[in-house]
């Protein structure tokens, strides 16, 4: 059954809101357990759909996963001998599955992982995965709608420079290096605090790495790791939507585990637009001027530490309601500009111009049905709902719930007017 949110808007956000672990380190998490024979343990996983799947993406393969959301605890046993291949309707469901690649080809000598059809967010590629792999040696090639690699013999060191430091990439080039004979040294690495926890998981298990966080990450293989229990870093992005929302809805929200210098340029920006942004003993606050909008912000996105792109929508909801104009440019996805539209149907003053957007600030938007096209540009739809007047209903709550545990339930804890109710109306294009 379809749902949406109804969401009645002007409320200002007010209260503490709790951040788990992170959604994008915590399937690659899941993924590195493959690395190790036995039972390796990840705590503050979120109590997402996203997390099932890579459950059962692991179980085909011969793991044994048991998965507690209300605990927020991912057990997985990894037998001696595991299966290589990662199917079709598991991927299309959770492009994250593309990070078993790089363990499988380690730990296995090959891997088939079917290649993830173009989603919601513009077409990504996974070339710079597969020349990483060739260059440690694996032949790769695509066959039938996988991508095949195998390396028979083994996995051996290189030098590898990344063209862009993509972080599946890194994440799977990472991943098949720990294991291989001798040196990596990897450049234009990706840098964001996902691929530190990674290492730091890998580094726990037994693997030599070095740099990891920076450009240059240096892997010295070894012979086996060892499976051990790990705690995942707290979601930046969470964290992230809720400092939007306390400044977007000019509230004074406490993000509680939220880590503020995961956030540069973010907190930075909306500190520099009038919101005040204060370190606590548990995280970090928010707080908007109830009496007056906050200025506008101009945003780029770009690899960390730079603006992350998804945080991108709300970004684009901020600017909405802020005053004045700014322009938001994406550097990273080609097609992250479908929230425009939707904000557009709010009364969002916009236009688009390539990849850039530039928008001018209106003190309040209008209340409409919208839909949601992914996870972010979703909850940033709702919040756009927050500064609408009247109600405004956000169809497309399976893509929120893929990044949001109880999203409805957090933002209904701040003091906001959201409920989730069946969506009855025709299903969109
Ligand atoms: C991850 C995040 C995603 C985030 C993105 C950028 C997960 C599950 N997803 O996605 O939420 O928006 O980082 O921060 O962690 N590219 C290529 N060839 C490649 C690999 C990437 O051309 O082989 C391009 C992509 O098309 C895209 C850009 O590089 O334009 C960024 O991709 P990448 O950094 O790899 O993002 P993901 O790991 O897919």
């Excluded at 590629?125 to 792999?133: E, K, P």
């Amino acid at each position: 059954m379809r749902e949406r949110f109804r969401v009645v808007g002007g409320a200002r956000l007010v209260g503490r809101v709790p951040v788990v672990g992170a959604k994008n380190s915590a399937l690659k998490l899941m993924a590195i357990a493959l690395l190790a024979r036995g039972r390796t343990v990840l705590t503050g996983v979120p109590a997402i759909m996203d997390v099932e799947t890579m459950a059962e993406l692991l179980r085909r393969l011969g793991a044994q996963v048991d998965y507690l959301p209300e605990e927020g605890t991912v057990a997985i046993d990894v037998p001696d001998r595991i299966g290589h291949r990662a199917d079709y309707d598991l991927v299309r469901a959770l492009r994250a599955s593309i990070s078993v690649l790089g363990p499988l080809v380690a730990r296995c000598g090959e891997a088939d992982v079917a290649i993830p059809g173009g989603d919601a967010i513009g077409s990504r590629g996974l070339d710079l995965h597969a020349a990483g792999l060739e260059s440690l040696g694996a032949s790769v090639r695509v066959e039938r709608g996988y991508l095949l690699a195998s390396a028979p013999r083994g996995l051996t060191g290189a030098d590898i420079e990344l063209e862009f430091p993509s972080v599946g990439a890194t994440e799977n080039i990472l991943t098949a290096a720990v294991l291989a004979r001798g040196r990596t040294r990897l450049d234009n690495a990706a840098r964001e605090p996902e691929i530190v926890d990674i290492a730091n998981l890998l580094t726990a298990m037994g693997a030599r790495i070095s740099g990891a966080g920076g450009s240059l990450v240096e892997i010295e293989g070894v012979d086996e790791l060892h499976p051990v229990t790990h705690r995942v870093v707290p979601d930046r992005i969470a964290a992230g939507t809720w400092a939007f929302a306390a400044a977007t809805t000019r509230g004074d929200v406490e993000v509680v585990g939220g880590i503020p210098a995961h956030l540069p340029v973010v907190l930075d920006l909306l500190t520099d637009a009038g919101t005040d942004v204060q370190v606590t003993a548990d995280g970090f606050r928010v707080v908007g001027d109830p009496d007056r909008r906050p200025r506008s912000i101009t945003v780029a996105t770009l690899p960390y530490p730079g603006f992350p792109t998804d945080l991108q929508p709300f970004a684009l909801a901020y600017d909405a309601v802020a005053e004045g104009s700014a322009m938001i440019t994406e550097n990273l996805f080609e097609a992250r500009f479908r929230t425009v539209q939707e904000l557009a149907r709010l009364g969002m003053e916009a236009r688009i111009d390539g990849h850039h957007v530039m928008v001018h600030g209106r003190p309040l938007l209008s209340g409409a049905p919208v839909e949601a096209s992914d996870i972010r540009a979703g909850a940033a739809l709702v919040l756009a709902g927050l500064v609408a007047d009247g109600v405004t209903t956000v169809g497309g709550v399976h893509h929120i719930d893929r990044g949001y545990a109880g999203f409805e339930l957090s933002l209904r804890s701040l003091g906001a007017d959201v409920v989730r109710e069946p969506d009855d109306s025709p299903a969109p294009e």
